[in-house]
């Protein structure tokens, strides 16, 4: 019944190799959430049907995340002996017209492309290796995503999959897979940056069984989603992973800890523990030999806090996700059921398979001395290309956000750089040589954070930033700890305060040394980095504290009680359109004269100034304030 | 009711660590968890009663009223917060004539907040049911709702 290793990669190699050499062509469409929200299931039904109807042999397939995210849907088409050509916003309109140029024809379209990559090139499409965008960029951790599928455990197999696995399994020891991990230098990627090597020898080392393996997909930073493109695009990298860490630590169970709200995640985890099963890489006797492994999914119930590893262990064994206090304990030895356990970030288990396959001095070929490999970011916010991006380790924030991210959208001018999401800081413009490396964000108060990366121009206040994060932390925070429970919600009330106008100037020192507090007595990482969006936002951009405070004006026009919206005398034409969006009626005049807003009813929703015709353009919004006639004045929050 | 949660609670009679899974399945099936579920979920997995509601309220995932037919969720995460989330969130508030929490009085909506949906490249965006509004403004939403409504 059961296949040696080598025959499963044969049989497997041959069928991708069918796929790839083989003169039918093929169709990839990107079908991870992101690409579903802008359409792509749509754009499956069109290529599926149009063939069908037009009698053409070609080999659909849905794939995980590729990265450019703006791009969505995107579709990349093989034809035998052309390099991929990637389509981007793809629609049924235009499947039907990219199957009779380029698949009946040979007219490629080159205005709908993204680029195309492969040897070759085609006329008029960009060679994605030639561009700004793609050039600095390295895809390890994402080797697979977006090209194979991943409901495919046979893609998977025939580029290298489980062969780390296999290596680990017949010709090292637990001990050799530990120096291995060591000498790659990898770190942890769920944010702190702990050498992956060094926990894994402490796995080894703890006494007591049963021992698990713990894999942390709680991706709990807001606005942030490299684990569930990951897990989406190529989750047998992360059970491979998983499974060589338990051989190496002598686990026998492995638990994956996912948001409940990543659904198309967990299906492509279910489906893929189903298929490791199939192929003897899960359950007993694991490729033949005497190691064990199983590996179960569990949902997370939406708590912050339980991306903590103490607390996420509790949460698995169905208590309140609330990180252990003192004596706090080392995972690594009381974890999981008080056993020993390894947790690691869903990235950091996805990159051990090729640490294995091809050897530490490889994995730390790219990057700095102390940081080695590669970085993943959610690249989001005023940025022209959003997306996911992978990049050695050392590159530059300039480097992301000009030349991969393509610089800020609209001609705006850059203010910020946000990592780390709400352990993390505001960095601004005199720092975007700053070097990425876990050693280099540390330093300008930042952290590296799990991989969210949000791009800011002149539209975002930094006070209001800051508040948004404390409000984040305020409600996420679990409580035990007094300076964690009471500073947040003081640090959120003063802040609160400042975006209304109301701020006092001793708040600014206050704001400070209430963060040293916080961050002095917290015990769990929550706490101890809740304040640095407070920290660093007061220390690059003091400027817009004190305009706040002193002028009552925010100067990014986004703190509602500081800015009025007026109708412009010499503009307005009187066309009425804005006094009947008005949802409070705050707009009056007569056809064809100027309008004007009655300030002491008008709430700063704005819905004028997106109404207005652009043609005019007559509301403004200003700060601070227009005078309001005597008493009227209104309170908004 | 009491059918449909005693087939779910049968696998786990006796089973203190699986509390969190049984929640999510009850929840899955009733659309929230009412107190008699919670009660019976205590009785079947032998915990007590106080530890079964002190987990259910610890998670943001459970919730305690009945929800409406459609879930409408605004996206509150960072990426789309600094592209105008809060605009979006109070027209939604408008049109739909409720607070966040809150479900229309038709029982038609429920609205929530959610930390972040992961189509940050397209945002601001709101989840309706499951499907994906993307790049909105605070006119788009109101003409989404309106349109729904005309439906
Ligand atoms: C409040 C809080 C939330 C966290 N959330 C996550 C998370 O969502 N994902 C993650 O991998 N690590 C998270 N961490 C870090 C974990 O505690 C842990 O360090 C990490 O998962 C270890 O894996 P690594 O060494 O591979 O990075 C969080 C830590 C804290 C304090
Ligand atoms: S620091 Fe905050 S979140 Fe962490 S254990 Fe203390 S109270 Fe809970
Ligand atoms: S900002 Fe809103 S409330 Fe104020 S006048 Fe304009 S539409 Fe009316
Ligand atoms: S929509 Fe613009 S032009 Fe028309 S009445 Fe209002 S302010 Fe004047
Ligand atoms: S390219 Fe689709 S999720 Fe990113
Ligand atoms: S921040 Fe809104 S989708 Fe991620």
Redesign the pocket.
Known sequence: MTMTFADIQKQAQEEWDALQKGKAPQIAVGTATCGRSAGAMAVVKAFEDELAQKNITAHIREVGCSGPCYAEPLVNIDKPGKPTISYKNVNPDMVTEIIDAYLLGDDPLPQYTLGSFGEGKIKGVTRFLDTPSFKPQERRVFRNCGIIDPTNITHYIANQGYEGLHKALTTMTQQDVVDEMKASGLRGRGGGGFPAGRKWEAGLAAKGTPKYVVCNADEGDPGAFMDRAVIEGDPHSVLEGMIIAGYTIGAETGYIYVRAEYPLAIRRLERAIAQAHEKGFLGKNIMGTNFNFEIKIFPGAGAFVCGESTALTLSIEGKRGMPRVAPRPRTTEIGLYDKPTLLNNVKSFSSAPMIITKGAEWFASVGTEKSTGTAIFALTGAVNNCGLIEVPMGITLREIIYDIGGGVPDGAEFKAVQTGGPSGGCLPASLLDTPIDYDSLDEAGSIMGSGGMVVMDEKTCMVDVARYFLDFTEIESCGQCVPCRLGTKQLLEILKEICKGKGRKEDLDLLYELSLAVHGGSVCGLGQTAANPVLTTLRYFKDEYEAHIFEKRCPAKVCKSLIS?VIREDKCKGCGI?AK???????SGEKKKVHV??QS?????????E?CPAKFSA?DCVSPRVKVEAAAETETS | MEDRLSEILSPYKGKRDALIPILQKVQAELGYLPDEAMLEIARVTGLPESRVFAVASFYAQFRFTPRGKHSFMVCRGTACHVRGAEKILEETERSLGIVEGETTEDKEYTLETVACIGCCALAPCVMIDEDVEAKLTPKMVSEIIDRRKAQ
């Open positions: 919206f804005c969006s008005c949802p409070v009626s705050a707009i807003v009655d009813v008008c709430v700063q929703c704005g819905v004028c100034q109404k509301v």
